[in-house]
């Protein structure tokens, strides 16, 4: 070193060698790493306004940038395939175990390897380092008191009684939170009497499925149907809805958190993994670690109504809270994705479009 350096003096003017020693010193690992955008492109089928609120606090709290793109699950793994080993995404946040899975599949991902997750989110709650779980939801039945009772809907079985036909109110069975349902079914009981489930609630169906969610809450309000499936965070929003005939009207509906006496109510999850060839895997798995921190999570149940997935997180949110414990249904969230192609061929044949 000191050979060189004296040759490089002999060799070289002074101003020259300062030249060539800024040129090595430019090009170190360690400052590089800091002449790198700070920013992380995140892919996300998560439609929540109070998101951005989060991604803005991971900014003031380490100086990464989030650019978000926005779109349907469907649309961004099919965006991540067509750009391939070009694509600008770090993270891809997806609102279905069945699409994290899907994504898995696809080779979309590659593994986080962060300590911090792999303890902080419940092992049923992620898959190999690649994805995890950040928020849950439960499938509810709503259903209109003065109609029924909440005795006759206390199973997602009994939506299949022909006692409730004309009654019942779904969206498309193609939607992704109905095919995890039915997979989850398929899961419990085998893909027989899924079926069977199937084809009886399309027999009971109030009306042609339409809309999301809220729509099925909202129809069960005016009366077109009798009883519906809704996730627990539509129904809350309405809960804490800034119209008051909304707040009331939801406020009468009938709940149930199905099957308690047997499976367990049917939960799923919104998460998140690292893109195959994310541009900035480092600050992709800091993102991911910020949102599992107990701060986004609570900030996730309290502004978006879901529950955390990290355990013993404090919340405030009086109306989510006010729903009650309930027993969830035992199963790997992996799980729906494994029964998502029977799920599909069954929607298929059902007719459940
Ligand atoms: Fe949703």
Request: aromatic share 6%; charged share 20%.
């Amino acid at each position: 070193m000191t050979v060189s350096l004296d040759l490089g003096r002999r060799v070289l003017g002074g101003a020259m060698m300062a030249t060539l020693l800024t040129l090595l010193w430019l090009q170190s690992p360690a400052v590089r790493a800091q002449q790198k955008e700070r920013a992380v492109n995140l892919y996300s089928s998560r439609h929540y306004s109070s998101d951005q609120e989060l991604y803005d606090s991971f900014t003031r709290q380490t100086g990464i940038k989030v650019n978000q793109i926005q779109a349907g699950d469907e649309a961004l793994l099919e965006r991540l395939k067509s750009e391939g080993k070009a694509s600008p995404a770090d993270v891809i946040l997806l609102a279905d175990a069945a699409r994290l899975w899907k994504a898995q599949n696809e080779g979309l991902l590659q593994p986080a390897n962060s300590a911090l997750l792999r303890t902080a989110i419940p092992q049923e709650f992620q898959a190999d380092q690649l994805w995890f779980g950040l928020t849950t939801r439960a499938r509810l039945i709503v259903f209109d008191s003065a109609k029924l009772k909440a005795e006759q809907v206390q199973r997602y079985e009994d939506l299949a009684n022909p006692v409730l036909k004309g009654k019942v109110c779904t969206r498309s069975g193609t939607h992704p939170y109905m095919l995890s349902l039915l997979a989850s079914i398929i899961a419990h009981q085998g893909e027989q009497k899924a079926e069977a489930w199937a084809k009886g609630v399309v027999a009971n169906l109030a009306r042609t499925p339409r809309g999301g969610d809220t729509d099925q809450i909202k129809g069960v309000i005016s009366g077109e149907c009798t009883v519906a499936l809704t996730n627990s965070y539509y129904l809350v929003r309405l809960l804490k809805s800034p119209k008051a005939e909304e707040r009331e009207s939801a406020a009468r509906l009938g709940v149930v958190w199905p099957n308690q006496m047997n499976s367990g109510t049917h939960i799923n999850i919104s998460g998140g993994g690292i893109a195959r060839y994310a541009p900035h895997p480092e600050e992709a798995r800091r993102f991911l670690e910020f949102l599992a921190s107990p701060a986004a999570q609570a900030q996730l149940a309290n502004s978006n109504n879901e529950w955390p997935v990290v355990r013993n997180v404090p919340i405030s949110n009086p109306e989510l809270t006010r729903l009650g414990q309930f027993k969830a249904e035992k199963l790997s969230v992996s799980d729906f994705g494994k029964h998502q192609p029977a799920a599909a061929r069954i929607i298929d044949r059902a007719g459940w479009r």
